[in-house]
């Protein structure tokens, strides 16, 4: 699919079998999110540029390579984004941070937004926008919406799942932004859940229903 990286790798179809499991506990939940993590930010970080330093090892002096450019921002759409965020600063301590907090109306399904802090200089930098879930692309888009008003122009989106129905919104309203996730799932319900999907991430990963 255009646009679309789907991160298929071994480990991370297991590990996201197990999330899906209504009988994985809270913090299992919660640290096969932040292990998954670690790999989408391996294949989302792919192709950043690369530079070289001159560095001295034990035994030779050398051009070693390093990241070209300024440190990438992770911008987490609250809550559940965060779960996903811990591993991502795991791979990469350095990131900046944005954190821009949504919900969705359960009603309309419309994004509500509570909150929104972000480094200033978001034109100079990638940014990477990241929520487990992609159901109708409400939240993403808004919160994409945001930081392109805030200045940012080379964006990325992180998730875990998402359904057919938010990818082809998500491409319509946000063309060009490309889109990682670990799967693509079958369809979104009347409530606006993906299914098969593993239920509400938010509430999975903070044990709050
Ligand atoms: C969930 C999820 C996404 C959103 C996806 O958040 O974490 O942000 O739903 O749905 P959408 O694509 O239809 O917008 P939720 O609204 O449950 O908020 P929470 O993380 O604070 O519980
Ligand atoms: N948000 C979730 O947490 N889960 C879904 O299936 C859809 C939206």
């Known amino acids: 699919m255009q646009g679309v990286h789907l991160v298929d790798h071994p480990l991370v179809q297991h590990k996201l079998t197990i999330m899906r499991d209504k009988h994985t506990s809270t913090a299992g939940f919660r640290q096969l999110l932040r292990e998954i993590a670690l790999l989408l930010t391996y294949e989302v970080t792919r192709d950043l540029k690369l530079t070289t330093t001159r560095i001295e090892t034990p035994l030779a002096a050398m051009d070693a390579p390093i990241l070209e450019g300024k440190k990438p921002v992770f911008a987490s759409i609250l809550r559940a984004g965060n779960g996903l965020l811990e591993g991502?600063?795991?791979?990469?301590?350095?990131?900046?941070?944005?954190?821009?907090g949504i919900y969705r109306n359960p009603e309309t399904l419309e994004p509500?937004?509570?909150?929104?802090?972000?480094p200033d200089d978001l034109a100079e930098r990638l940014v990477i926008v990241v929520d487990p879930m992609l159901a109708t692309a409400n939240s993403a888009s808004a919160a994409i919406e945001r930081l392109k008003a805030r200045g940012a122009r080379d964006i990325r989106f992180v998730c875990l799942l998402a359904a057919p129905e938010g990818i082809e919104r998500f491409q319509r309203f946000q063309p060009g932004i490309p889109i990682y996730t670990a799967a693509i799932d079958e369809y979104l319900n009347d409530h606006g859940y993906i299914v098969p999907g593993l239920g509400d991430a938010g509430d999975r990963l903070y044990g709050t229903k």
């Open 88 to 100: 991502m600063l795991d791979l990469v301590p350095s990131a900046r941070v944005a954190h821009i």
């Open 112 to 118: 509500v937004e509570y909150y929104f802090k972000a």
